[in-house]
């Protein structure tokens, strides 16, 4: 697998690289970084707007990527697939383009203590500009969401929950079905940041029955600048624009513009075209593999390490939930995590140490920060072995 990331095959510091950023962003397969060069030397117009064959074939391309990724995300239609920047995109159009038109003064949306910062923001900022609250569903001591306070918070005030489905930070897969549920229930709307949950998890968007999700595609094995929001047609129908400028309108006079259909109307301007194509090429290499193959690699990968670094004396993991993603987040006692970070990029090991983007978790969990490991489908258990021989020897030296 791995001599399909042409990345993958160079020395760091002298030594084979070995890549547990996955989280932060994974490696791209050669056949979406071949996929950016036909792009740029086959394809490359403008779309939608064009009567010549570049400008057709480059529509074709870009809206056929829109059909794959709606039977990624078991869409209803291609049209309610509206490409964006990412994640942190996605939810910012709904916090502006959703929540001030439909959230006001008093009302409440319901985030967790486990959110990226990307998804608590954007919410915060709403409630500055409209008068809402924000509440906040704690966690429990290993790094999951405590349910029975999620129920308590709910209530006919409640308009939005946004919720990630798996923690970047401590890798615990939440229980999305339940939240969703109770939160129909009190005709709250949901949001789901599936950053995390997209490269790992089979997702249907009609059977979770989420009003919005959204990924980024960086973290699915494709290109940076590029992802999806995904909403229920009505709720999309009725929200307003985001964006203004071209190809989100229907017709424009200097007294009035009328918008155009979904998903035009949230993709204003030249779209990242490239990107949305080699997306799609990143999604066919999943698909190609299997996604429950991925997750059972990475599952592996993640017992298997868990085990051995349960032997280094003074480690701590941070998210133990017997239900979580390919991230290990750990402390060892006495040793700063980016001290331990840079001494495995000497050994050619590349982590994420940091609050990553949790500050407000890392708060509740009294630390500054973690080092952590996350998995991809390219990883191997020789890797987690070099991996915990660098642990001990950068222990060795730091304690
Ligand atoms: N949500 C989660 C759970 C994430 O892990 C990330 C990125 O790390 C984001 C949101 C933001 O994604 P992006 O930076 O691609 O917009």
């Not at 409640?158 to 999305?176: E, H, P, Q, R």
């Not at 050994?347 to 890392?362: E, F, K, S, W, Y």
Request: aromatic share 10%.
């Amino acid at each position: 697998m791995k001599q399909n990331f042409p990345i993958l095959s160079q020395k760091v510091n002298g030594k084979e690289l070995i890549y547990f950023d996955n989280a932060a962003t994974c490696q791209k397969p050669i056949s979406v970084v071949q996929k950016i060069d036909e792009y740029y030397q086959e394809t490359n117009s403008n779309i939608h707007r064009g009567a010549h064959f570049l400008a057709n074939k480059a529509t074709e391309e870009y809206e056929a990527a829109r059909e794959y990724t709606a039977k990624f995300l078991g869409a209803e239609k291609s049209s309610l697939i509206n490409f964006v920047r990412g994640t942190t995109e996605a939810i910012n159009l709904v916090a502006y383009a959703f929540g001030d038109k439909f959230i006001g003064k008093d009302d409440e949306i319901i985030i967790s203590e486990l959110e990226h910062h990307s998804n608590i923001v954007p919410w915060q900022m709403l409630c500055e500009r409209t008068g809402a609250k924000l509440r906040v569903i704690p966690i429990n001591d290993i790094g999951e969401l405590n349910y029975e306070v999620y129920a308590e918070l709910l209530s006919e005030k409640t308009k939005l929950v946004s919720i990630n489905y798996v923690s970047n930070a401590l890798g615990t897969i939440n229980d999305v079905e339940t939240i969703i549920e109770k939160a129909h229930a009190v005709g709250a709307k949901v949001f789901l940041d599936g950053a995390q949950a997209a490269p790992h998890l089979k997702v249907n968007v009609q059977e979770l029955d989420c009003d919005f999700f959204a990924f980024s595609a960086h973290k699915v094995y494709g290109p940076t600048g590029i992802g999806v929001l995904y909403g229920k047609e009505d709720v999309l129908n009725a929200m307003n624009p985001f964006h203004g400028g071209g190809e989100m309108i229907e017709t424009v006079t200097f007294e009035k513009t009328t918008y155009n259909k979904l998903p035009y109307k949230f993709e204003a301007g030249t779209p990242n075209i490239c990107g949305v194509i080699a997306m799609a090429e990143a999604l066919k290499f999943v698909d190609e593999i299997g996604i429950e193959n991925i997750a059972k690699h990475e599952n592996d990968l993640l017992e298997y390490a868990t085990e051995k670094m349960q032997t280094i004396e003074g480690m701590t993991f941070y998210g133990t939930s017997k239900n979580k993603s390919g991230v290990i987040s750990f402390l060892i006692d006495g040793i700063h995590p980016y001290d331990l970070g840079v001494l495995l990029d000497k050994q050619g090991i590349a982590i994420r140490t940091g609050h990553h983007c949790t500050q407000p978790l890392m708060n509740k969990l009294q630390i500054e920060g973690t080092c952590r490991a996350s998995f991809a489908i390219y990883n191997t258990k020789e890797e987690v072995d070099v991996f915990i021989k660098a642990l001990n020897r950068a222990v060795l030296m730091l304690k």
